[in-house]
């Protein structure tokens, strides 16, 4: 029962210190998570200066395209765009057809035509050239020199306004210079234009997308996307979110300047898309989506993960996501931006642990049961043999020896006892005189002398000559200290005495201290007819000796 019982706790014992790790372990993971949403919610900066770094970038470009080849452009279009309108509606009445004859009729007609004594493609080439002039210096018309620009802008002209005249032109002198000044954008300030570029006529007509070759004279395109015409209006860059054919774009648009009069606007903007969303996840470290109205228009992750996440993203429980404005733009307050952060493959590790500390700590229990049971075994086999000899005692075998080479101090003690007792009780002599006798020499126990003068008196110790005196609380305190302790302080007293006065104490062992200190005791109580017999340890003439106390009865 008793090895039940100790298996049993140590079971328990072992099952509470795993569940004890797995609760602990749990509130890790807890607060790991806590942590985790708490830097996702943190993120709302990372992301604000995600944005603010494209719209400082998108302002730059727009600036530069607005002080660039393209105001010029637009400005002598402006100049002569009645002119140019006029020539057009005569020569399309004389060469109405899109066929080549056609077309080259009507540039020739384009080429007829005079104001103030110069025909109008020289006219428009020469207020260009005044207007780069004023902006760039001379080196706008290098390395082909003023005259050779004057020349290939005329002819430029002329063939624009013969194909589809004032539309025809404002494409071409806007779409085709985008390449050009983007290339000496990135050649003079280092900086790659790589947003989407439009165009936008002072009356809020689109006029070029640097994206789509096709795209052209795209009516109220400035009053749909609202930034060009707030630009416009105020004659400062307005940033903000725009809706460019059902794609949203963060933007930026600034106005065209010439000589104090606006000639048009430019729109930079960055889509949002995937690519977006990829960037910024690359940013916060977390996946992040971008959201209008309820509808995820762009995200790094699968549609219905993502639409699950911006419809209800406690509905996903292996991520921690955060929900917040993107621009604090008026005309943007719908854009949302979700920042959700996968937990997948930090709830696995935990799961793992978890696992793994279940098994250590069921494979240490197992462990520590099977060392157990064999540290029982094996301390029981020890007193399994002294029980045997206690039957056989009991039998009549009173010569048996109990065994006491055993590995255990208390088994060994136990089966030196019991020899001990079972002499003792027959009256025996002990094996320690017996061997001296036969030998014919002396040990260490021959040493214990016993200062005994006389025989007991009628009350309690007293003799004829009495060797210590003793009064009755001392008695009573001497013959009530239990026998283990009483024969241990003995024997440590003993070995103190003698290492006192400088004699050995090699040799001198428990077992056979006590066998000789029993043998004296009964000697001495069959002399005084004690019932008890205890012993003082006392230095004498350079030998250590043992007064023994007869004790009979004491007083209440």
């Not at 954008?185 to 936008?200: E, K, L």
């Not at 404005?325 to 959700?340: F, K």
Request: charged share 25%; hydrophobic share 45%; aromatic share 8%.
């Amino acid at each position: 029962m008793f090895k039940v019982r100790v298996i049993g706790l140590l079971g328990i014992l072992g099952a509470l210190l795993t569940l004890a790790g797995i609760v602990g372990l749990n509130r890790v993971e807890e607060a790991t998570r806590e942590q985790a949403l708490r830097r996702v919610a943190g993120t709302r900066s990372s992301v604000a200066r995600a944005f603010q770094g494209r719209e400082a970038r998108q302002a730059l470009v727009a600036t530069l395209l607005a002080d660039s080849e393209l105001a010029a452009a637009l400005a002598a279009l402006a100049d002569l765009r009645k002119d140019l309108q006029a020539a057009q509606t005569e020569a399309y009445q004389k060469a109405p057809g899109n066929d080549a004859r056609s077309i080259e009729t009507r540039e020739r007609l384009i080429r007829e035509v005079r104001i103030e004594g110069v025909s109008l493609p020289d006219l428009f080439a020469s207020r260009l050239a005044d207007h780069l002039e004023r902006r760039a210096g001379p080196e706008a018309f290098d390395p082909r020199g003023r005259d050779a620009f004057l020349r290939d802008e005329a002819n430029r002209f002329a063939k624009c306004a013969a194909f589809g005249g004032v539309d025809q032109c404002l494409w071409d002198y806007t779409y085709n210079t985008l390449p050009k000044v983007f290339s000496l954008i990135s050649r003079g300030r280092r900086v790659a234009v790589d947003q989407r570029v439009y165009v936008v006529g002072p009356d809020g007509v689109g006029l070029a997308d640097s994206g789509n070759p096709r795209w052209s004279r795209a009516e109220g395109f400035a009053s749909k996307t609202r930034l060009p015409i707030e630009a416009l209006k105020t004659g400062a860059p307005v940033q903000g979110l725009a809706l460019v054919e059902n794609r949203y774009f963060v933007a930026t648009a600034v106005p065209i300047f010439h000589e104090g009069r606006a000639v048009g606007a430019v729109l930079v903007g960055d889509a949002i898309d995937e690519r977006m969303a990829r960037e910024d996840s690359d940013i916060v470290g977390a996946d992040v989506l971008y959201v209008m109205g309820g509808k995820v228009i762009a995200a790094p992750l699968a549609s219905d993960l993502a639409n699950r996440l911006a419809s209800d993203p406690r509905s996903v429980s292996e991520r921690v996501t955060a929900t917040f404005r993107a621009l604090d733009d008026e005309g943007s307050q719908d854009l949302r931006v979700v920042v959700s952060q996968d937990l997948r493959s930090l709830a696995a590790a935990f799961g793992s642990a978890r696992t793994t500390l279940f098994l250590i700590g069921l494979l240490v229990t197992i462990l520590a049961v099977g060392v157990l049971v064999w540290l029982l075994r094996s301390f029981y086999q020890s007193f399994e043999v002294l029980d045997q000899g206690v039957h056989e005692v009991i039998n009549g075998n009173l010569d048996y020896q109990f065994p006491f080479e055993f590995k255990e101090d208390l088994a060994r003690g136990l089966g030196q006892s019991l020899n001990l007792m079972s002499l003792v009780l027959q009256g025996r002599p002990l094996p320690e005189e017996v061997e001296e006798q036969e030998a014919g020499r002396s040990s260490w126990t021959s040493e214990l002398q016993v200062l005994d003068s006389g025989e007991a008196g009628p009350e309690w110790g007293e003799s004829s000559r009495p060797t210590v005196a003793f009064d009755l609380d001392a008695a009573r305190t001497l013959a009530e200290e239990p026998a283990d302790a009483y024969y241990k302080r003995i024997y440590s007293e003993f070995l103190d005495a003698r290492r006192s006065i400088g004699l050995p104490t090699e040799g001198i062992n428990y077992p056979k201290f006590l066998e000789r200190l029993v043998h004296l005791e009964q000697g001495l109580k069959k002399k005084h007819r004690s019932p008890m017999v205890r012993f003082a340890v006392k230095t004498r003439n350079g030998t250590v000796v043992l007064d023994p106390i007869p004790i009979q009865k004491l007083p209440r």
